[in-house]
């Protein structure tokens, strides 16, 4: 007999049975969570150990379901079906009736199968509710206590590309244990730390875009605000003696996730790495944008402004930090009155658009598109002068942009601009946003139409499209010559004058010697000339010699 049947053969042995392997069950569980989710160094030893576990769980539920079922079902169930006796299933007494008979019968598979499902669900339901245990997790720490590197970079990117609210604070929690942990690989901390900056990153923008929404919570909001007063503190305090290959990490995971307290830091970090190309340097720098932090605009206007020759990355990280540094300044102070906005902050917003608006004019193709990009922040009304020479100036109309990448040590994690725009289109998008109130660009796109002439097609669309996002009507037909304005006719001198000049016949005949002109009557006054003459030719209507 087997031990099964063995413990079934009785009721007394089954109740034994049952309650001792369900205390095994109870006990065995928390120490299992405990090992698999802070001790296990592999995830094959994980898998035999659940696979036990579930057998356990397994014989417990079928124990306890023949128990039940053996107290449930008629007809002698367990002696029957479990242990495969033939008895009587029904008294000689209850033989007559065939319902009875019938039920006494039946083997109730289905449900002493849903007995079990029912017992291993409870079982489940417990043990992860008790233990808070989820098979992801324990895969995932106990794939970063392994020693194999590869599948820990990469468990690690992936942790960094979560954004449901159901993942990202788990996400949070291991990748801050990873980077904090020194037994880890440089490498594998490099990659928490890049992890941990774009959560922050999803996080801030999302906090963003529900405040340019009006809305006041949400559950990033209160992430970040969380992930911030945990994380902020341990990574200042880190910065100071972190090790090289991880200090720009840090920089860009305290820009991520928005903390003012660290901006003196980013402004020390480019002071104390002056090289441009170096990783500190242009962290520092990318920090500042990614932070949004207003109080850097006059430190970034006079980086912008120190007439140092960059490199084409190092120029365009520059300019994106300007870009988001102005959007940050419009937005604070939208609603401000011009007198009430602080003068430094005033004039290093106009340093900035005056800087970009000469290199959108005289730069080189790439950088005029990329300054095209920053000056659509900019949106104040004493730009479009700066717009208007940028559009008009040499070249201009044959510039076909780009995207500009905006790389630091942490791969590229911003672009500028989009994939085959016409540099005017980005200047045509910025003089929209500058002319809101102002008539005086609708009346240079409206003149630009009608008068001129060697506009291509393209730029008539250009203009027309600008015409139609300040809702104005669009200029249709041929442009008509621009009218130049000519200086008034001398005036005729009278008959007086004109017989002072020439007294006698004989002096009239040396000046007009030919006899067969004809001469105006003394009182005679040439035909004024039409305005539209006048208008169009400086020599028409002015009088005879």
């Known amino acids: 007999m087997s031990l099964f049947r063995w413990l079934a053969s009785t009721r007394l042995r089954l109740l034994i049975a049952s309650l001792v392997t369900a205390g095994v069950v109870a006990a065995v569980t928390g120490p299992m969570a405990q090992f698999l989710r802070y001790e296990s160094r592999s995830v094959v030893t994980n898998m035999l150990i659940l696979l036990g576990y579930a057998f356990l769980v397994l014989g417990a539920a079928t124990l306890l379901a023949i128990l039940v079922g053996d107290l449930w079902f008629p007809g002698r169930w367990r002696e029957r079906v479990i242990l495969g006796r033939r008895v009587a299933p029904i008294d000689a007494s209850e033989a007559d009736d065939p319902i ?73 929690e291991i990748l801050d244990s990873v980077w904090r942990d020194e037994t880890q690989p440089l490498e594998v901390r490099r990659a928490a730390l890049t992890a941990l900056g774009q959560v922050g990153d999803y996080l801030s923008d999302a906090v963003d875009r529900w405040r340019e929404q009006g809305r006041r919570t949400s559950w990033q909001g209160e992430t970040l605000t969380g992930l911030r007063a945990s994380l902020a503190p341990a990574l200042r305090k880190f910065h100071e003696t972190a090790p090289p290959s991880l200090r720009a990490y840090v920089t860009y995971v305290l820009g991520a996730i928005h903390d003012d307290e660290s901006r003196a830091l980013f402004l020390n970090d480019l002071k104390a790495f002056p090289d441009e190309s170096s990783d500190e340097h242009r962290t520092a720098l990318l920090a500042l944008g990614v932070a949004r932090q207003l109080e850097a605009l006059p430190d970034v206007a006079a980086l912008a402004n120190d007439g140092k020759e960059r490199d084409d990355d190092t120029f365009a990280l520059l300019a994106w930090v300007a870009r988001e540094l102005m959007f940050t300044f419009q937005r604070y102070y939208q609603k401000t009155d011009e007198d009430d906005i602080p003068e430094e902050m005033r004039a290093a917003a106009e340093r900035l658009w005056r800087y970009y608006g000469e290199v959108a004019a005289t730069g080189a193709a790439e950088r005029r598109c990329t300054a095209a990009v920053v000056l659509t922040q ?6 479009r002068e700066v717009l ?8 201009a109309g044959e510039i076909i942009c780009g995207y500009a990448r905006v790389t ?10 989009e994939d085959g725009q016409e540099l005017r289109q980005r200047l045509i998008d910025a003089l929209a946003l500058v002319s809101l109130g102002d ?73 007009a010697p030919d006899a067969g002109a004809e001469e105006p009557a003394p009182d005679a006054v040439p035909d004024a000339p039409s305005a539209k003459a006048t208008q169009n030719s400086p020599t028409d209507g002015a009088p005879a010699p």
């Open 408 to 417: 630091a040590v942490t791969g590229t994690v911003r672009t500028l601009g």
């Open 439 to 511: 008539d005086v660009v609708t009346r240079w796109a409206r003149d630009r139409l009608m008068h001129v002439s060697d506009d291509s097609e393209n730029v008539r669309y250009l203009l027309n499209d600008l015409l139609a996002k300040l809702g104005q009507p669009k200029v249709t037909g041929t442009p008509v010559p621009r009218e130049t304005p000519k200086p008034e006719p001398e005036p005729e001198p009278d008959a007086g004058a004109a017989a002072e000049v020439a007294p006698d016949a004989g002096a009239a005949a040396e000046v």
């Open 388 to 395: 208007f020479r940028a559009f008009d100036a040499p070249g």
């Open 100 to 172: 009875k008979a019938l039920r006494a019968q039946k083997s109730y598979f289905l449900q002493f199968s849903a007995l079990v499902a029912v017992f291993v669900g409870l079982a489940v339901f417990a043990f992860q509710k008790g233990t808070g245990f989820s098979l992801e997790e324990s895969y995932q720490r106990t794939t970063l206590r392994s020693d194999s590197v590869e599948p820990k970079l990469e468990l690690v990117s992936e942790l960094g590309e979560q954004r449901r609210d159901d993942r990202v604070p788990q996400a949070l």
């Open 378 to 383: 900019a949106r104040d009304v004493r730009l």
